[in-house]
């Protein structure tokens, strides 16, 4: 239910200082209502600044971010607002953890935006409920958790505030496969029953062809390409050429179709490929 | 929050930053004592001439220098003006209604002021703009070595300090990023009395808290998997080393101070008489 446009935007780090560098270069991205987009690049290309953008924690030196159409930087005092409209989880957000209890940690987001109480009861709940926080959990303190569920506790704290965009900075860093694949589903299941859009950052191109709707990729501070993911993952050279190469199941594939076995060229997950493979099979059978 | 400038160190190559960083302490010593045992206006010019030439010799610019006395610009208005108010002596120069001036507070005034500035110009010059903190650390722990045959712990003092200098950006910016994570969930720092400011500081505090306590364990765990057991023993792999460079700097550095006090011994010329 919202859109966030980048308009050309450039940020330095340190300016006037021999420590200058160059985080973002004059990059014009949308981010498309109720889709998830995914936001890929390697470390240093500017990804971290960027998410920090789309909810005013950091100002660009130029250009505009426009939320439904509205510059968020036109009036300071709205900023705030923006915020809780946008919501961000940030890189290792469990170190961020800080209340009694994790409830009163989820409901902290809530608490500021001056809900109610019952109001926001309903929202720890089912904020736990989509980041996978069991309800047992809720009455102990934050710091009992393991590493996992403090992970989730803290994306939780974030969709408690039932952002229309939620925007995650590598939020399966560190995690088991089993983490990642709950984590990444709960994100999901919030984007569809609330319809919001939802920015992910991340490394994986698994995680990127399995979870995102579109894709944008970053190098060198710059939007290299944005796209479908079947958009995305057609220029594997130009990907190799940023470094950044392909999910490794559609590189098996690819090396399959030239051996001879025609698996298609849109496959981006292991399911895909074995569908694929039943298909060929079944077919040769008859 | 990146404004913060803890040991301003300018990276660079010249002398002043090859120099061995004990050299580098000693001078800053001599330099100080120096600067507070000369009053003549003739050695202040000279000293502000060697200086001069150290500041290029440092090849750092001189709009950082500048810039580095920003902070004690109250400090010389707040002594100028008690020391023009407060000192009576010599001959009386101003009066208007409870304000006198008379000479000797003009003369203290200047003096204080100009010592002042060569200070910071010093310390900038000789120590936090051309010394990496680490450095500084262990020229540090190798003068005060003696000490430890009194039983100081001399190397304990100048670990400690190197972990702390160390983590000082570490906890800056990790109090950037939880600041920021809070403020993500609408926390509000800039507004309201004195005591809800200082209660939105907690979600702030606590986690910077628990990840100091973190970090110290971590760090004391790979301490101990790398057999650290205090400085006995302990070997470096950047041994300080009293160069060439750091001879003729020293002998020259020498020259110069003694040159700077003979002439306000001989050459009184405008000395400010106290």
């Known amino acids: ?286 | 929050m990146h404004d913060i400038a803890l040991g301003q160190y300018f990276p660079g190559d010249s002398v002043m930053h090859r120099l061995d960083p004990r050299v580098k302490l000693v001078a800053l010593i001599a330099f100080i004592t120096v600067i507070f045992v000369v009053n003549s206006a003739a050695s202040f010019l000279l000293l502000a001439v060697f200086t001069f030439a150290l500041l290029l010799l440092s090849r750092i610019p001189l709009s950082v220098y500048a810039r580095g006395m920003k902070p004690i610009l109250f400090i010389i208005i707040f002594t100028t003006v008690i020391n023009l108010l407060m000192t009576t002596g010599g001959r009386q120069l101003f009066s208007f209604g409870f304000i006198h001036i008379y000479e000797k507070g003009v003369i203290n005034a200047v003096l204080v002021s100009v010592r002042l500035c060569f200070l910071m110009l010093g310390s900038g010059l000789f120590l936090t703009y051309t010394t990496s903190p680490l450095s500084l650390t262990d020229g540090l722990e190798s003068l005060l070595s003696p000490l430890s045959k009194l039983r100081v712990p001399v190397h304990e003092f100048s670990m400690m300090m190197t972990i702390a200098l160390r983590f000082i950006p570490t906890l800056v910016e990790e109090t950037d990023k939880v600041m920021n994570a809070q403020k993500a969930r609408g926390a509000d720092f800039s507004s309201g009395g004195l005591i809800s400011r200082a209660k939105a500081l907690l979600p702030v505090m606590i986690p910077l808290f628990v990840s100091a306590f973190r970090r110290a364990d971590e760090l004391a765990v790979a301490m101990e998997c790398r057999c650290y057991r205090g400085g006995e023993g302990r070997t470096r792999m950047k041994v300080l080393r009293c160069g060439r460079v750091d001879v003729v700097f020293l002998a020259v550095f020498a020259l110069l101070a003694a040159a700077v006090v003979l002439v306000n011994v001989f050459f009184p010329l405008f000395a400010f008489k106290l």
Not at chain 1, 187 to 214: K, L, N, Q
Request: glycine share 12%; charged share 30%.
């Open chain 1, 1 to 286: 239910m919202a859109e966030i446009r980048l308009e050309g935007v450039s940020y330095t780090y340190g300016r006037g200082t021999p420590f200058e560098a160059h985080a973002v270069k004059d990059l014009t991205l949308t981010i498309e209502e109720g889709k998830i987009t995914g936001i890929i690049g390697h470390t240093g290309s500017g990804k971290s600044t960027l998410v920090e953008m789309l909810n005013g924690l950091i100002k660009p030196d130029f250009g505009r971010v426009l939320l439904d159409g509205e510059d968020i930087w036109a009036d300071k005092k709205k900023l705030r607002s923006v915020r809780f409209r946008v919501g961000l989880v940030m890189q290792y957000p469990e170190y961020q953890l800080f209340d009694e209890t994790v409830r009163a940690d989820i409901a902290f987001g809530p608490h500021n935006m001056g809900l109610s109480e019952e109001e926001t009861d309903e929202r720890v709940r089912e904020a736990a409920r989509f980041a996978g926080v069991g309800f047992e959990l809720l009455d102990k303190s934050p710091f009992e958790l393991s590493g996992g569920q403090k992970r989730r506790a803290a994306v939780a704290g974030v969709m408690a505030m039932r952002p229309d965009v939620l925007v995650l900075d590598e939020p399966a860093a560190g995690l088991d496969p089993k983490g990642r694949a709950s984590i990444l589903s709960g994100i999901r299941e919030y984007s569809e029953a609330t319809g919001a859009s939802v920015v992910i950052v991340s490394h994986s191109m698994e995680d990127m062809a399995a979870y995102c709707d579109r894709i944008a990729v970053l190098a060198d501070g710059g939007l290299a390409m944005y796209g479908t993911r079947e958009e995305i993952f057609a220029r594997r050279d130009e990907l190799r050429a940023i470094g950044l190469g392909v999910p490794l199941i559609t590189d098996i594939a690819y090396e399959l179709s030239s051996l001879g076995v025609p698996l298609g060229d849109d496959i981006y997950t292991v399911r895909g490929v074995a569908e694929a493979l039943a298909k060929l099979i079944k077919g040769r059978e008859r």
